[in-house]
Each structure stands twice: as structure tokens, then as C-alpha cells.
């Protein structure tokens, strides 16, 4: 009886000590952590808050991969320009024939014809080989204003300085060039698709076809605007690095970077665009393990009330002591704020044969639900 009950106690004790909180691992280069926490009221809506947990296993056979960072690549540019001056017109640089012009007229701007346009390259006529109108585009599914026009050039087009002209223009037009067949390509990507309130973000910015001339503009989905700062890094190419500001936008959306450049003379606009969350909660840094059941207890400071998730991927070691994704989980609860807990439930089935200890949580994310934002983002989060 006495055996029976230090056994017990011993097993207790050894429970307790698997359950005891562990620092998660420091925060890589590319993670996303909250460095302070807003406080927000709760979304106005019908939010689920039953808590959900659940699990399915993985091939270790098989690499998971993250899908980078989208990058921008542009061929075409835009300008804006008054009527008076495309009558005596306007210079467009080219650099391959075949180019396609869209012209678009502001409120109160005079609609033109494809018959009104005089294109001249060097001195010389190009000709038109499609023209594509309002109704046409707009059959085609493009969101076009009215008197819009689209020229795809063809005889005579080719590299050079191109001049634009219409006799009957009156008001403002926005000219939009692309050219497909263009070796000339501005590239820009950001380091995260997805960032927060406040954090600093970079944009890289190259080009093929040229030396390279660049500026930008930050752009939230309310129309603010402000300009960012174009710097060359020491590896020759160049960057936009900016500080996202704290209050949120009064319109949902993502936010933009929007580039322009000058590529050998030719110009280039590109447009990369990121997500934006407010800080609401975030991981409290330690974690703890229930380890007969592979359970991740993780407690979450909370400044906003609202339905969190939180997701991650149970690495293994393999028999070749290799390690080996073998199973991902999901946990989501309405939390208020304070310090909740998230668990994330790896069932030891999921384990192949030969597959054990030591373990490592991967692309462990928090997000809001209620908010529709990756809060708090780390690519290696634990080792026990």
C-alpha cells in the first residue's frame, strides 16, 4: 500500500515536471512577432465561439515547403496628362514593338475615337493593328470608364520615342503603356506578405534591361499616401525600407507599395501589395507539454476580445535522425483579454514507426479570426 501510494506520488511528480512551462526558441529574422499589444473593441458581426480543436497526419516522406513572398513584375507604366498637352502631344518611351496603350478619361474629359489619335515613332507614323473601345473591353470583363480606348500598335512600332497626339482631346487622361514583348521588367517583392501595425517592412527592387532609378509610395486602402525612402543596399540592388504606421486605416484592404522607376530611360510602375494587422494578442513565450498525448499547451496574452487561432506542424526524429514533418494542428477559441491558453493536440498515432523524441513545432502561427489577421508568425518555435 505504501509502495503503491509513493509510485503515485513519484508519478504525479514526474507529470508535473512534463507539464512545467519551457521558453519557446528566439525569434528567427523572418518571424513575426507583436512587440506591444492594441486594444480594440469586438468586430460587430456573428463570430463562432465554440472552441475547435483538431489534427491530421502528415507523410514524413514528403518536404513541406512556404509558398515566398509575391513578386511584382512590370512591363508597363502609366501617366497622367491634360488635354492640351496630348494635342501637341506626348512622349511616350518604348523599347519592343507591338506595345498596347490604353487611354481613359477623366471626369468631364472629352472621349476620343481610335480616329483621333496621330502616333508618330522618330518622325515616322506607326500604325494601329487592334483597337479595342469601351464596349469591347467591357464585354471582355474590364472594369473601364466610359471613352476609354486601347491601341495595339503595329507597323512602325519598335524601340524609341513615341509621340501621342489627339487634336480633339479636352480635360485629363490617364495613358496606361504595356509591352509585352519587353526585355525591359521592374521587379519588386516584399519580405512578408503579411506584417504589423508599426513594424518595419522592406520592399526589394531590381530590373532586368537597365540600370535602375526607383522611388515609391506607400499607399493604405483608405487612399493615404505617403513617400518611402529608395536606398541601394551593399549588394548593389535596392531596397524601400519603411516604418507601417500604428493607426489602422479607416477602409479594410491591403496596403501598397507602389514603385517608379526609370530603367534606361524607359519607365517602369509596379504595385506589391501586404496585409496589415492590428496587434491584438500575441504568444505569452513559454509553452508547455502534456507529453503522454503530444499536447502543446501555449498561453496567449490577449488585449482584444475575439476568436484566435492557432496552428502548427509537429516535427519528428526519424530513424535516420533526420526531422520529419508528422503532423499538423489546429486549436481556435473565443478569448477575452488577459491570458488565455491555446493547445494544440499531436495524437501519437500520428507518430510513423521509428519516429520519436526530440520534437521541434514548426510554422507555428496565432491569428485573429475575428479580424481575418496573422497576428504572430515564428518558422521554429519549440524543441522538447
Not at 509513493?6 to 529574422?29: F, I, W
Not at 494635342?87 to 472629352?110: D, E, H, K
Not at 479636352?170 to 509591352?179: A, L, S
Not at 535522425?321 to 488565455?340: D, E, I, Y
Request: hydrophobic share 45%.
Amino acid at each position: 500500500m505504501i509502495r503503491r501510494a509513493a509510485l503515485a506520488a513519484m508519478t504525479c511528480l514526474l507529470c508535473g515536471l512534463a507539464q512545467a512551462a519551457q521558453p519557446l526558441l528566439p525569434a528567427g529574422d523572418h518571424d513575426q512577432v507583436p512587440s506591444r499589444l492594441v486594444r480594440l473593441p469586438a468586430p460587430v458581426g456573428e463570430f463562432e465561439r465554440q472552441p475547435v480543436t483538431f489534427a491530421w497526419a502528415l507523410d514524413p516522406a514528403l518536404s513541406l515547403s512556404e509558398t515566398p513572398p509575391y513578386q511584382a513584375s512590370s512591363r508597363e507604366y502609366w501617366l497622367t496628362v491634360a488635354g492640351d498637352a496630348l494635342q501637341r502631344g506626348v512622349t511616350l518611351p518604348m523599347s519592343a514593338p507591338n506595345a498596347l496603350i490604353r487611354v481613359s478619361p477623366a471626369n468631364g474629359a472629352t472621349a476620343l475615337r481610335a480616329e483621333d489619335f496621330k502616333l508618330t515613332l522618330q518622325g515616322r507614323p506607326v500604325g494601329v493593328a487592334r483597337v479595342a473601345d469601351t464596349q469591347a473591353l467591357r464585354q471582355a470583363g474590364m472594369d473601364v470608364s466610359a471613352g476609354t480606348q486601347v491601341l495595339r500598335l503595329g507597323a512602325g512600332s519598335g524601340a524609341g520615342r513615341a509621340q501621342l497626339q489627339a487634336a480633339r482631346a479636352q480635360g485629363r487622361y490617364v495613358i496606361h503603356v504595356f509591352e509585352p514583348d519587353s526585355p525591359v521588367v521592374l521587379h519588386a517583392r516584399a519580405e512578408r506578405s503579411q506584417a504589423l501595425a508599426g513594424d518595419t517592412l522592406r520592399v526589394q527592387i531590381g530590373a532586368t534591361g537597365g540600370a535602375l532609378r526607383a522611388s515609391a509610395l506607400l499607399v493604405a486602402p483608405d487612399g493615404r499616401s505617403q513617400p518611402v525612402n529608395v536606398r541601394r543596399t551593399p549588394a548593389g540592388t535596392q531596397e524601400a525600407v519603411f516604418t507601417l504606421p500604428t493607426r489602422p486605416a479607416a477602409a479594410p484592404g491591403l496596403w501598397e507599395l507602389q514603385v517608379f522607376s526609370d530603367i534606361d530611360g524607359i519607365p517602369r510602375d509596379a504595385r506589391t501589395a501586404f496585409g496589415v494587422a492590428q496587434p491584438t494578442a500575441r504568444l505569452a513565450g513559454t509553452f508547455a507539454i502534456d507529453g503522454s498525448h503530444l499536447r502543446v499547451s501555449l498561453p496567449v496574452q490577449v488585449a482584444a476580445p475575439g476568436r484566435y487561432e492557432l496552428r502548427g506542424t509537429l516535427y519528428a526524429t526519424a530513424p535516420d535522425g533526420s526531422l520529419r514533418p508528422v503532423s499538423q494542428a489546429h486549436s481556435a477559441a473565443w478569448l477575452t483579454p488577459g491570458t488565455g491558453v491555446l493547445v494544440l493536440p499531436f495524437p501519437r498515432e500520428h507518430l510513423p514507426t521509428g519516429y520519436g523524441a526530440p520534437f521541434e513545432l514548426h510554422q507555428l502561427q496565432l491569428n485573429d479570426q475575428t479580424r481575418m489577421a496573422p497576428l504572430e508568425l515564428r518558422d521554429r518555435a519549440a524543441r522538447f
